[in-house]
């Protein structure tokens, strides 16, 4: 039972660059989310989603895109890669019940 | 808003020591909370929660919890320390009912256990 599988695992990236940032459940939950995680301040919700084909913002979500076009899968896009996005970057997922989130074990995104 | 605070930004413990890692919450009715350990270069893993119920929350790997609503406050212990303890512990906090709802992470507590 893999969890939550996040490709890839580190990735540089020039100023204005693009990339997707892929993730995958196999434990069927409803829920998904992307986070990125910056010293000193926790964990910062991206986007999430509640189900297949849908989508909302978190806190933080400009300059980001995502996509859940099939249950098990939640992509995370930057269109224009800025500095200010590198950052470690991972994803969970959760049953609709209250529970605790399963995590991805996280991208390493550096912009230069 | 709801928020999370984690007074410490580290906590060091001698190795069969107790320890205590501390967190206290802000949310609008009565909370959910959550407890998880990020070990280096990993994901964050859930420990424990609250939901209701007993005050005293018992999780993975001998760490417990103790909400106490009138201070609004929600410690992670252990009784014994252990070494392979040491990571980065967060808490975190959502609101009820149920349905998706916000959940804020606090800044996390890096845990030392000292041999």
């Known amino acids: 039972n893999a969890g939550v599988t996040q490709t890839p695992k580190f990735r540089v990236l020039k100023t204005g660059q693009s990339m997707t940032l892929l993730c995958a459940q196999d434990?069927?939950?409803?829920?998904m989310y992307w986070y990125r995680q910056d010293p000193g301040m926790g964990l910062r919700l991206i986007h999430y989603?509640?189900?297949?084909?849908?989508?909302a913002k978190g806190e933080v979500p400009d300059g980001y895109n995502v996509s859940r076009l099939k249950k098990q899968n939640f992509l995370l896009g930057l269109e224009s890669a800025a500095p200010s996005q590198t950052s470690v970057y991972f994803c969970?997922?959760?049953?609709?019940?209250?529970?605790?989130?399963?995590f991805g074990s996280g991208t390493r995104l550096t912009v230069v | 808003a709801q928020s999370v605070a984690q007074p410490e930004d580290q906590v060091n413990v001698a190795e069969g020591n107790p320890l205590t890692v501390k967190c206290t919450y802000s949310?609008?009715?009565?909370?959910?909370l959550f407890w998880y350990v990020q070990y280096p270069n990993r994901g964050l893993q859930f420990l424990l929660k609250?939901?209701?119920?007993?005050?005293l929350v018992k999780g993975s790997y001998g760490f417990e919890a103790e909400f106490n609503k009138s201070q609004t406050s929600f410690h992670l212990k252990k009784p014994s320390a252990l070494v392979s303890d040491s990571a980065l512990y967060f808490c975190?906090?959502?609101?009820?009912?149920?349905?998706?709802?916000?959940?804020?992470f606090g800044t996390g507590t890096k845990l030392q256990v000292i041999p």
């Open positions: 434990m069927n939950h409803e829920y």
């Open positions: 969970a997922s959760s049953p609709p019940e209250v529970h605790g989130y399963t």
């Open positions: 975190a906090v959502r609101a009820m009912p149920g349905g998706y709802q916000k959940v804020t």
């Open positions: 949310v609008s009715g009565n909370p959910y």
């Open positions: 989603s509640v189900g297949e084909g849908t989508t």
């Open positions: 609250y939901i209701t119920g007993d005050n």
